[in-house]
């Protein structure tokens, strides 16, 4: 099954907080898992991503935990600023005869309030 | 640098027309890949081509077709247009088809089409 579920839709949080977006997937032959950040009128930026071998990066204010056992990481956005509302798309990765297949979640509308 | 530039920017177009869509990749990027961002949802994978030949193929249809051309360039070619074609279309590229050790794409702007 290559689909990546990902929750909330949307998602509220004060200028400061903990933003935490999650995701799920089923197929066990993805093999990498980025964060990309949209805002309107743009196509996605790469955030940050992560192999499964790994169950935690960090970069700056952006964390991505895994859980392999589970099939389910997340992302987290220490003290969250307005600049951070955009929409956040989780995706997974998998190689089919040759090619690079991102496989996308249905995205999570970020707002932070200031 | 120059990113990844797709062109038209927005384009309407009405029922059973034609499009072609067009992406210049990244310098001494030879992977292309299209992707159909619907609004309010995530975007999904049409094709990926390396070397001017195609790698890969998502779950659409024959009316949707691409090349790439020597200079690595990329045209997406949809026909018989439905109203349901009307998304935003992303192009992205890469060095080879999976850059190691980021694997990600680079992303272009996009090019909204309207079906009507």
């Known amino acids: 099954q290559q689909q990546v579920k990902q929750s909330p839709q949307s998602l509220i949080v004060q200028k400061g907080g903990i933003s935490i977006i999650n995701c799920a997937y089923e197929?066990?032959?993805?093999?990498?898992f980025p964060w990309y950040q949209q805002f309107p009128g743009k196509g996605p930026a790469l955030l940050i991503a992560?192999?499964?071998?790994?169950s935690e990066k960090k970069e700056g204010r952006f964390t991505i935990s895994f859980n392999k056992s589970a099939k389910q990481f997340s992302l987290h956005i220490m003290d969250s600023q307005p600049g951070d509302s955009a929409t956040y798309f989780c995706?997974?990765?998998?190689?089919?005869?040759?090619?690079?297949?991102?496989?996308f979640g249905q995205g999570t509308r970020l707002t932070i309030n200031p | 640098d120059a990113g990844v530039t797709q062109s038209p920017t927005h384009l309407i177009k009405t029922r059973g027309q034609q499009v072609t869509l067009r992406c210049s990749p990244i310098?001494?990027?030879?992977?292309v890949s299209w992707y159909q961002q619907v609004l309010g949802q995530g975007p999904q994978f049409i094709f990926q081509?390396?070397?001017?030949?195609?790698?890969g193929r998502g779950n659409f249809p024959d009316r949707f077709s691409a090349r790439q051309f020597p200079n690595y360039s990329s045209e997406l070619n949809v026909n018989a247009l439905l109203l349901g074609d009307s998304a935003l279309y992303l192009c992205?590229?890469?060095?080879?088809?999976?850059?190691?050790?980021?694997?990600?794409?680079?992303f272009g702007s996009g090019t909204r089409l309207t079906v009507v």
């Open positions: 995706a997974a990765s998998i190689m089919i005869q040759g090619a690079q297949k991102l496989v």
């Open positions: 081509y390396y070397e001017k030949e195609e790698r």
């Open positions: 992205a590229s890469s060095f080879v088809p999976r850059d190691r050790p980021n694997y990600g794409y680079t």
């Open positions: 992560i192999r499964p071998d790994v």
């Open positions: 197929n066990t032959a993805f093999d990498y």
């Open positions: 310098s001494g990027h030879k992977s």
